[in-house]
C-alpha cells in the first residue's frame, strides 16, 4: 500500500513502476517461450480474450485487471519460481498502474487496437517459441505505453498553461 502513495503523490513514480517491468516482463516473456506448456498458452490466450471483451465493453476495471492477469500468466509461464513470486508480490501495484496506464492510452480507439495488436505479438511469439521476440515484444509494448503517457502528460499540461494564460490575457 504505500507504493500506491507514492503513485498518487509522484506522478513520475509510475515511470518507475513501468520501468521495473519492463526489467522483469522481458524475462519472464523470455522464459515463457521457452518453457510454456500447452495448459499455460491456453491460460495466456483466456487472459488475452478476456481483456478483449471487457474493452468492448467498455469496463476499464475488468479490462485493467485482465490486462494484469496476461502479463502474470506469463510470468507463471516462464516457470521460473522467483519471477512468478516477484510478480505476485507486485500484483496489485502492476493492476493498479496498467489501470492508470489505460485510463490515458485506451481512450483512443485506435491506441487500443494498437495495444491489443502489441499484447497479440507477445503472445504469439511465446506460442511460436521465440524468446527474443518474446522479450522484444513485451518490451516494445511497455515502452510504447510509457512514451505515449508521457505524451499525453505533457500535451495535459500544455492545455493547462494555455488556459491559466488565457484567463490571465482576459482579466
Known amino acids: 500500500e504505500p507504493l500506491f502513495g507514492l503513485i498518487d503523490q509522484d506522478p513520475e513514480y509510475r515511470f518507475d513502476v513501468q520501468e521495473a517491468r519492463m526489467v522483469l516482463e522481458g524475462g519472464t516473456a523470455w522464459y515463457a517461450a521457452q518453457r510454456a506448456t500447452p495448459s499455460d498458452l491456453i491460460n495466456i490466450r483466456q487472459c488475452?480474450?478476456?481483456?478483449?471483451?471487457?474493452?468492448?465493453?467498455?469496463?476499464?476495471?475488468h479490462a485493467a485487471i485482465a490486462d494484469a492477469n496476461f502479463h502474470l500468466a506469463i510470468?507463471?509461464?516462464?516457470?521460473?519460481?522467483?519471477?512468478?513470486?516477484?510478480?505476485?508480490?507486485?500484483?496489485d501495484l502492476l493492476q493498479y498502474n496498467v489501470l492508470l496506464g489505460r485510463k490515458k492510452v485506451?481512450?483512443?480507439?485506435?491506441?487500443?487496437?494498437?495495444?491489443?495488436?502489441?499484447?497479440?505479438?507477445?503472445?504469439?511469439?511465446?506460442?511460436?517459441?521465440?524468446?527474443?521476440?518474446?522479450?522484444?515484444?513485451?518490451?516494445?509494448?511497455?515502452?510504447?505505453?510509457?512514451?505515449?503517457?508521457?505524451?499525453?502528460?505533457?500535451?495535459?499540461?500544455?492545455?493547462?498553461?494555455?488556459?491559466?494564460?488565457?484567463?490571465?490575457?482576459?482579466?
Open 106 to 171: 485506451y481512450n483512443d480507439p485506435v491506441n487500443g487496437d494498437l495495444l491489443s495488436e502489441q499484447h497479440f505479438q507477445v503472445m504469439d511469439a511465446i506460442d511460436r517459441k521465440d524468446p527474443e521476440a518474446a522479450r522484444q515484444a513485451v518490451c516494445g509494448h511497455i515502452e510504447f505505453v510509457i512514451n505515449h503517457v508521457r505524451s499525453l502528460d505533457e500535451d495535459e499540461a500544455r492545455q493547462k498553461r494555455a488556459t491559466r494564460l488565457t484567463r490571465v490575457d482576459s482579466k
Open 75 to 91: 510470468a507463471e509461464a516462464s516457470h521460473n519460481v522467483v519471477l512468478i513470486q516477484m510478480m505476485r508480490s507486485l500484483f
Open 48 to 61: 488475452f480474450e478476456q481483456i478483449s471483451h471487457f474493452q468492448a465493453l467498455g469496463d476499464d476495471a
